[in-house]
């Protein structure tokens, strides 16, 4: 099985909260780290931006990634939320397991 960590950002920690019980009530994760208060510098529509976000790591496999990307999609408040996978190359054989017993097989 292949594993991804997935990278989305959210306006506030409720939205992260949110969209972090939706992933894992729907095993699409097997789990949500949410990291507040992160300073995010980016241009939109021309400008230089400047927020505070919460960052989200999606911990999931390579085969639920687009079904995480569009319930991302479907529950987010940005119009063109942030989704990056990273793959995991290597990890503990038991967190690895954990997680493959923690999501919903395709």
Not at 65 to 72: L, N, S
Request: charged share 25%.
């Amino acid at each position: 099985m292949d594993f991804a960590i997935i990278l989305t950002t959210a306006s506030a920690a409720e939205e992260g909260r949110s969209i972090a019980n939706t992933l894992v009530e729907k095993q699409l994760a097997a789990c949500v780290n949410i990291i507040p208060k992160i300073s995010s510098v980016y241009r939109w529509e021309g400008k230089i931006q400047s927020e505070t976000e919460v960052l989200l790591l999606i911990k999931t496999t390579k085969d639920l990634e687009a079904e995480v990307y569009r319930e991302v999609q479907a529950v987010h408040s940005y119009d063109t939320p942030e989704l990056i996978t990273l793959p995991i190359t290597n990890g503990s054989e038991t967190y690895l397991d954990w997680m493959t017993t923690a999501v919903r097989k395709q």
